[in-house]
């Protein structure tokens, strides 16, 4: 099973709300990646949990707050958004060691922030 | 700073063509890995290339490392509407950890039917 799954798949949500993102994988990974992704362009990395430790900051502002419950799951809390933040926020897993680079994406949530 | 490259940024075909999208960087690579990613969804693994001049084949997309596995070249032959999407390589280089993974800034393929 090479899945990963994340909800809700599209999300709108007023500059003042407070929603989470969540992200799900069952295949042992202990490397779990936020991205966010504007058209057409690349996946940004934002953050990096690395055996449920946060092992990666890429100076997101702190209206984003990530959280490793488990080594399964992997969640993003939204808070008082800009409307520059609407974007494809991606989830990915990967295994945590030297040479594996390979990472397995989810299906992504549409952010909408109005 | 670890770049890569890839060119073109941008190609509109008719199906049928052939295509060669390319992944360039100054430095040596340990890996290189080439996803394809739909409008609206994730990208998905399409290979994972390791040893300089190897060739690796998936139904009508080739893909090649180079001899100093600085560069990577993926060909499409016969492109169908469903090849349409952007084509990202990533990678990392040598003795650099799997958290440090870089992406290209993507090739966006249209094939028109």
């Known amino acids: 099973d090479t899945e990963v799954t994340q909800t809700p798949k599209h999300l709108v949500m007023g500059m003042t709300n407070k929603k989470s993102l969540k992200c799900e994988q069952h295949m042992g990974h202990r490397a779990m990646y936020w991205y966010k992704q504007k058209a057409k362009k690349p996946p940004e990395l934002m953050f990096v949990?690395?055996?449920?430790?946060?092992?990666i900051n890429e100076s997101v502002p702190s209206r984003f707050s990530p959280e490793c419950p488990n080594s399964s799951l992997l969640n993003l809390h939204l808070h008082a958004l800009q409307p520059e933040d609407s974007a494809l926020y991606l989830c990915?897993?990967?295994?945590?060691?030297?040479?594996?680079?390979?990472?397995?994406f989810g299906p992504g949530t549409r952010l909408t922030v109005t | 700073t670890q770049l890569l490259e890839q060119s073109p940024q941008f190609l509109s075909i008719q199906e049928g063509e052939n295509l060669t999208v390319y992944c360039n960087s100054s430095s040596v690579f340990s890996s290189l890995q080439w996803y394809r990613q739909e409008p609206g969804e994730g990208p998905v693994l399409l290979v994972t290339v390791v040893t300089g001049g190897e060739v690796k084949k998936l139904k009508r997309l080739t893909f090649q490392f180079g001899d100093a596995r600085k560069d990577s070249s993926l060909h499409i032959t016969a492109a169908q509407p469903g090849d349409t999407g952007l084509y990202l390589c990533a990678g990392a280089h040598m003795k650099t950890s799997y958290d440090k993974v870089i992406f290209g800034p993507g090739t966006s393929l249209s094939v028109i039917p």
């Open positions: 949990y690395s055996y449920e430790k946060l092992s």
């Open positions: 990915a897993s990967s295994q945590a060691t030297r040479s594996s680079y390979e990472q397995y």
